[in-house]
């Protein structure tokens, strides 16, 4: 519309049915615009709002793990999942362990069957070389 004086600015405004909001107070002369209130003070908070990122929280565990420690880890993975993040669990085989795979996949076992019915399994259970790797996530909210 180009430079208006102020009473015209609020005339046209109103006969709108909008609001004259400043957006630039430092200009010379200040910029306004005729617009949504509501709408303007919605886009300025989104474009603050922090962003929220998901980090992979890394357990690790053993092939050998006693029950208590491993309700331990249990409950950290729980935590790391309840605050958005995904959870890996990793468990490393040292010498003639990675012989008998299987020990890994019980300890694997108990965590799938606390955390399946709340998480997402994202990757099941994989030996790769002398370690084994799994990933959990939070659910998706519908």
Not at 11 to 22: Q, T
């Amino acid at each position: 519309m180009g430079i208006v004086p102020l009473r015209e600015a609020l005339r046209i405004a109103d006969e709108r049915g909008l609001d004259l909001v400043e957006v630039a107070p430092n200009a010379n002369p200040p910029v306004c615009k005729i617009m949504d209130y509501g709408k303007f003070k919605y886009q300025q908070s989104k474009k603050q709002a922090p962003k929220k990122t998901i980090e992979v929280k890394e357990i690790k565990v053993r092939p050998t793990i006693d029950d208590h420690d491993l309700e331990l880890k249990i409950k950290n993975i729980l935590r790391f999942l309840e605050d958005g993040n995904k959870a890996r669990v990793t468990m490393f085989f040292r010498g003639r362990e990675i012989v008998r795979p299987e020990f890994g996949q019980r300890v694997f076992d108990k965590i799938i069957e606390r955390v399946q019915d709340k998480y997402t399994i994202e990757s099941f259970p994989k030996l790769q070389g002398k370690s084994m790797t799994m990933v959990i996530s939070p659910k998706k909210k519908q």
